[in-house]
């Protein structure tokens, strides 16, 4: 699957409309856990981040007293949503490296550089889902695997059920929030450039953003 050259088609008909169903609490599944709301097995499909609208982005304290920010703007994906058992649901994101940026561009070479991300030997990160349960009544834990500078690690994701809406296209699109904090050193990004006082220049925990808004994709697209 080529995700980088697959191109997204971005009109597409009017979707069907669904009866706006009364809210009931959704009940416990046996092994005491929450059972999936039924308004959202409507959604239940392909989709695909809009990365017009999304954003990938990541954390980091530097120095121990200031945050630095950034984001990845390339990036492709393939989500299956099942809102009837969302243990069926997957995703898969593979991002270029190369298109990491936190607003300073001396910052941003050091990133794609060899001491972080090496974007020239490894111009590819890729998290593909290995497992999706639902915690909450909008909450989801999903698992899967990191692949980043050669090294393939196991990851947590929450993420947060935000809604559904037919935009002004014709295009259904749904909103999802997600975070995980994850050690840098354990993926081969490995620079430790100490301070006077001590402590670490670039912190290793570095915390993962994940703010969707992913269209529904016609098969065949």
Do not use: C
């Amino acid at each position: 699957m080529n995700l980088f050259n697959r191109a997204a088609s971005r009109r597409r008909p009017a979707p069907p409309t669904y009866p706006q169903l009364p809210y009931q609490p959704p009940p416990f599944t046996p092994d005491g856990g929450p059972a999936p709301d039924p308004r959202l097995a409507a959604l239940t499909g392909e989709w695909m981040i809009d990365p017009t609208h999304s954003r990938i982005g990541f954390s980091v304290r530097h120095a121990l007293v200031t945050t630095v920010r950034g984001a990845f703007t390339e990036y492709r994906s393939r989500l299956w949503f099942d809102g009837r058992d969302p243990a069926r649901s997957r995703a898969e994101i593979v991002l270029s490296t190369a298109s990491v940026r936190t607003g300073v561009e001396q910052r941003d070479a050091h990133l794609t550089g060899r001491d972080f991300l090496d974007a020239t030997a490894h111009p590819r990160m890729r998290f593909v889902s290995t497992a999706v349960r639902l915690t909450g009544a909008d909450v989801y834990r999903m698992t899967g695997d990191l692949t980043l500078k050669g090294t393939t690690g196991p990851v947590e994701l929450e993420l947060t059920y935000l809604g559904h809406v037919v935009d002004a296209f014709g295009d259904e699109r749904v909103g999802f929030d997600g975070t995980t904090t994850i050690n840098r050193s354990e993926w081969g990004l490995t620079y430790d450039q100490r301070l006077a006082e001590g402590g670490a220049m670039v912190s290793e925990k570095v915390r993962l953003q994940f703010d969707i808004a992913a269209l529904r994709t016609i098969p065949g697209d």
